[in-house]
């Protein structure tokens, strides 16, 4: 049976939500979102090796918030880096052996385990792959002369979990520094010549990032109940 190791991403400080606890820690009815998030994961793959890479200073409050509803069983706790990327390679240290590697913003409490095991099925198929919607929005682009319309089928706004072959995101940290551009896994894979296959995403899969994003969460998930 193929073994698959989840890093979670969770050591952010979230600034923008302008709150005294960083948003991981925020509760949705009265659960923290990153429990949320880890039950979601623990749900859809439940053989998964689960790690949640926070901020070191608050490792105790992750393993309280987890243990009260008894999901610190199923997780490793790593202290985060001071970017995204030193996170996620502090997370891969700590992987096991495993055949398949996801990586997941803490924040995107509502991922559906139909669509974590549509991307882990793209996965399996093409090395790497992650989930992706198209835009409601009109786009335009910028450049020095003004801005030019952007068709929205032309782009696609992307979202976690992420999955890959271990070897290939393993190699891809191992080959790549630290580079500004890198704003997820999938762009430092590509770094190392990766093809990303996009799976469709879904709406309700939103990254919980200020106030406006929160009162949607809490919208989503009542709905959920």
Do not use: W
């Not at 600034?15 to 998030?37: W, Y």
């Not at 009109?138 to 032309?154: C, M």
């Amino acid at each position: 049976m193929e073994k698959i190791a989840v890093i979670i991403t969770a050591a952010g400080s979230g600034s923008r939500m302008g709150e005294p606890i960083p948003k991981q820690f925020l509760t949705l009815d009265g659960k923290p979102i990153l429990a949320i998030t880890v039950e979601r994961i623990a749900d859809a793959l439940p053989e998964a090796q689960i790690i949640v890479v926070v901020r070191s200073d608050y490792l105790g409050t992750a393993r309280q918030s987890l243990a009260f509803y008894d999901l610190d069983k199923r997780v490793l706790l790593c202290p985060g880096g001071e970017t995204r990327y030193d996170s996620v390679k502090r997370g891969l240290e700590m992987c096991g052996e495993c055949d398949f590697i996801a990586v997941h913003d803490g924040v995107r409490p509502f991922a559906d385990k139909s669509m974590i095991n549509r991307v882990l099925k793209a996965a399996k198929e093409f090395g790497a792959a992650e989930p992706a919607v198209e835009p409601l929005d009109s786009l335009r682009g910028i450049d020095k002369n003004g801005s030019v319309p952007i068709p929205r089928s032309a782009t696609r706004a992307i979202q976690t979990p992420q999955i890959f072959r271990a070897n290939i995101l393993k190699r891809a940290y191992s080959e790549n520094e630290y580079h500004p551009e890198f704003t997820d896994d999938a762009t430092v894979a590509e770094a190392s010549g990766v093809a990303i296959h996009l799976v469709e995403g879904e709406r309700s899969n939103i990254k919980i990032t200020d106030k406006i994003d929160l009162a949607a969460a809490v919208a989503i998930n009542r709905l959920n109940k």
